[in-house]
């Protein structure tokens, strides 16, 4: 059965510094992955998406996402975090023969230092 | 353009009570699900449909009920609320590719305490 953990609850970073966001993956197929965000009081937003396609997948905002099959890891990074990044980050995997399940991690609240 | 709107945004019920939350999206999308979010859990997927007339089970549907009669809602019932379904709950769509790798769109939520 797939499945999705993200390793840390809670990351914060300083204004301007790498944000790494952590998702291990299991699924017995090649996984369809995705990072969403969630600001507060809202529902999420798509941030990426891995389809098979290149595995460097870049999103919205400056995020981007490797995919790496060896390690089953789809990690979220930024290069530089900005005030505005602050939210919770949730990685999900659905498998293509799962009829539309998506499956959420834990979440990650993300909180930038000034 | 609305998106996906769930009403209503808050609801208390007491333990035994019954009621519907509706979900509307007015993207022609053919996939509709019903997601729930506790603190530490993630979402976890509760029911979800693939088309007009039809659902499944997700992760978590005991205690809940649903119904796609047409194309642009997805209703969820409560029969007997119970205080272990005070959660935030979250409506989502997305269009058919035929490999469900299409992005959910979100609806704002629905909070709901039972007590």
């Known amino acids: 059965a797939q499945s999705v953990t993200q390793l840390g609850s809670h990351v914060s970073v ?47 905002n400056g995020f981007e996402a490797e995919f790496k099959k060896s390690e089953t890891s789809f990690h979220l990074t930024k290069p530089s ?12 995997v659905t498998e293509g023969n799962q009829g539309g399940k998506l499956i959420f991690g ?9 | 353009n609305a998106g996906v709107t769930q ?17 509307a999206q007015d993207m022609n999308h053919e996939y509709m699900y019903w997601y729930r979010q506790d603190p530490g859990m993630g979402l976890r997927l509760i029911h979800y449909s693939v088309g007009e007339g039809t659902t499944a089970k997700g992760e978590v549907p005991d205690g809940y009920n649903v119904s796609r009669l047409k194309k642009q809602n997805f209703l969820l019932g409560l029969e007997s609320a119970a205080p272990s379904q005070t ?26 305490t039972v007590t």
């Not at chain 1, 204004?15 to 996984?31: D, H, Q, T």
């Not at chain 1, 975090?81 to 999900?92: I, K």
């Not at chain 2, 209503?8 to 979900?23: A, D, E, H, I, Y």
Request: glycine share 8%; aromatic share 14%; net charge positive.
């Open chain 1, 81 to 92: 975090a900005h005030m505005s990044d602050a939210a919770e980050y949730f990685c999900a």
């Open chain 1, 14 to 60: 300083s204004e301007g510094a790498l944000v790494l966001l952590r998702c291990n993956y299991s699924s017995s197929v090649p996984p369809y992955l995705f990072w969403y965000v969630q600001y507060p009081n809202q529902g999420l937003q798509l941030l990426l998406k891995y389809t098979s396609a290149a595995t460097l997948v870049k999103g919205i």
């Open chain 2, 87 to 112: 959660s935030v709950y979250f409506c989502a769509s997305s269009y058919s590719t035929g490999r469900f790798d299409s992005p959910l769109h979100f609806g704002n939520g629905t909070r709901l």
């Open chain 2, 7 to 23: 009403t209503p945004k808050f609801r208390v019920l007491k333990t035994g009570q019954s009621m519907t939350l509706l979900c």
């Open chain 1, 106 to 114: 834990q979440g990650t609240e993300l909180s930038v230092k000034p």
